[in-house]
């Protein structure tokens, strides 16, 4: 038997372990008529029986009794019920005995004979001690939730933020399942974001469309049927809020409790509340976040193809190095913010190229040594041009070096080895296997097999080897999935950016 805590509207419940009937009935009856809730047991056996199907505040027991005296009875509560309160009584009062009471978790000890006012003073004390820990429990619990839900609130990104919320619930509240849905406005949409205990996991990630109807009825009908839960659930065991933020609902949480389960008290709905709050910003500035992230990202792709675009020979170049450059980083192991920076990284490589004119950057033959320079001066016009985003500080290592070269013969800052930043390495071998394979005003692509003789004739002069072999490795056994469909015209990659999953600027 779980022994919730009372709430301060019930009753203190009492448990009266006496093996003499006049002690018992004394106690029992002035405890009754004082407001408690009396139980009697007559050892701690018994005791422990009525223990396992009735939840009690507060134990009063006799030292010595037949068959489970009272300590055995103290060591058994602190054993199987921590939350309880015991109260010795003893006829026998040495300083030992008390002391071990005590030590075995008794919250004090009367010596018999007692008076009545003693026996009330002493129940109250432990009553009053109970509810101040309880007070202090609940506070403890309040701020836990609230330090948690401020690094949920923190988090920016979705996933993370719905899996600390659910674990954080969870632990809380143990219901027997819990869900959570999230709106999206623009869509129209209720979305299931989590799903978790019995019945069976519904499909997270469903959507359904949202009816716009006054209340929240409908919210939690719709919701009801994103979980697919058909049958009603009795209000004391299901605890569901709308979810709302600046005067909005963001979304439903949803948990409910079996009957064989307590059902949701005053004190769990209002921690609730609580951290609906904290949920409902969380959700919802992930949800901004995650917009803006994908605004942004496709902001950059059209910047993108329009560098690309201005040389009908590198239409889906930066698209086709981004894919290289991310896949060889997934390969070698980098974490996410790394491969996010490639990500931008192969987009952005060459934004440079807007500071070079036409007449260089479109010119069909070798160049002059002077137009070389200017030419080459686009690493750093990238950097120059990207420096004002702060949340893409970590692609202008890539931009600024993706044509060094490992011998140190690069530009433009003739770096050598591990001086270039292993992005740039990266970058560097995706752009120039792109650059090989596609037509040039100048050449036809080479083949694949060409193109892979040319990396290994660069091994270790030009490009990192360790970098190469495994590049290598990749587009041997992924060329047809790594290749964007041919031609890659302007149009093809906006659809194409449409289609990435839901990217991640970098953090930094
Ligand atoms: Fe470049």
């Known amino acids: 038997m779980s022994h919730t805590l009372s709430t301060s509207a019930d009753p203190v419940r009492v448990l009266i372990v006496e093996d003499d009937p006049m002690v018992s009935s004394f106690c029992a009856r002035l405890l009754h008529m004082k407001g408690f809730a009396v139980k009697t047991a007559c050892n701690g056996r018994e005791a422990l ?6 939840p009690f505040d507060l134990v009063l027991t006799d030292l010595q009794m037949p068959e489970m005296g009272g300590m055995a009875l103290l060591r058994e509560l602190r054993e199987h019920y921590a939350d309880l309160d015991a109260i010795m009584f003893t006829a026998y009062a040495t300083v030992d005995t008390a002391r071990e009471a005590l030590k075995l978790g008794a919250f004090d000890y009367l010596t018999k004979p007692f008076s009545v006012d003693e026996l009330e003073r002493t129940v109250r004390r432990a009553v009053e001690w109970r509810r101040v820990r309880q007070e202090r429990q609940r506070l403890s619990e309040v701020v836990a939730l609230y330090e948690i839900s401020q690094t949920f609130t923190s988090t920016l990104d979705t996933d993370t933020a719905v899996r600390e919320i659910v674990e954080l619930l969870w632990r809380r509240f143990s219901p027997a399942a819990l869900s959570l849905s999230l709106v999206h406005p623009e869509d129209h949409e209720l979305e299931l974001l989590a799903h978790r205990g019995t019945p069976a996991p519904t499909l997270v990630g469903v959507r359904v469309p949202l009816r716009q109807e006054p209340g929240y009825d409908s919210l939690f009908e719709q919701h009801a049927q994103l979980i697919n839960r058909r049958e009603p659930v009795a209000p004391s065991h299901l605890a569901r809020l709308v979810l709302r933020s600046n005067d909005r609902p963001v979304g439903v949480l949803d948990l409910i409790r079996t009957p064989d389960q307590p059902g949701f008290d005053s004190d769990d709905r209002t921690l609730l ?37 201005r040389d009908p020979y590198t239409a889906g170049h930066s698209l086709q190095v981004m894919q290289y450059a991310v896949r060889l980083g997934e390969v070698v192991g980098l974490e996410h913010d790394r491969i996010e920076a490639l990500r931008y990284g192969g987009l952005l490589h060459d934004i440079g190229k807007i500071g070079v004119p036409d007449a260089i950057l479109l010119k069909p033959m070798y160049l002059s040594p002077e137009e070389m320079e200017i030419m080459r001066a686009h690493a750093v016009i990238g950097v120059e041009i990207v420096r004002g985003i702060k949340a893409l500080r970590a692609v202008l290592p ?3 070096y993706h044509h060094e070269r490992i011998d140190g013969a690069g530009y433009p800052d003739g770096l050598s080895g591990d001086q270039i930043p292993l992005e740039a390495r990266i970058m560097a071998i995706a752009d120039a296997y792109d650059t090989m394979t596609s037509d040039r005003a100048y050449r036809r692509a080479m083949s694949q097999e060409e193109a892979i003789a040319e990396l290994q004739r660069g091994r270790g002069s030009q490009w990192d080897s360790g970098l190469i072999d495994r590049f290598i490795e990749l587009v041997q056994a992924e060329s047809h999935t790594l290749r964007l469909p041919q031609p890659r015209a302007v149009q093809a990659l906006r659809d194409q950016a449409a289609h990435m999953p839901n990217i ?5």
């Not at 029986?49 to 009735?54: F, G």
């Not at 991640?504 to 930094?508: G, M, T, V």
């Open 49 to 54: 029986d009525i223990l396992q199907t009735h």
């Open 273 to 309: 509340a609580i951290c609906a709050s904290q949920i409902a910003a969380s959700l919802d500035n992930s949800r901004l976040y995650r917009q803006l992230k994908q605004q942004n990202l496709e902001t950059i792709v059209a910047l993108a193809a329009a560098i690309d675009a």
């Open 398 to 400: 890539i931009i600024r």
């Open 504 to 508: 991640e600027l970098p953090r930094f």
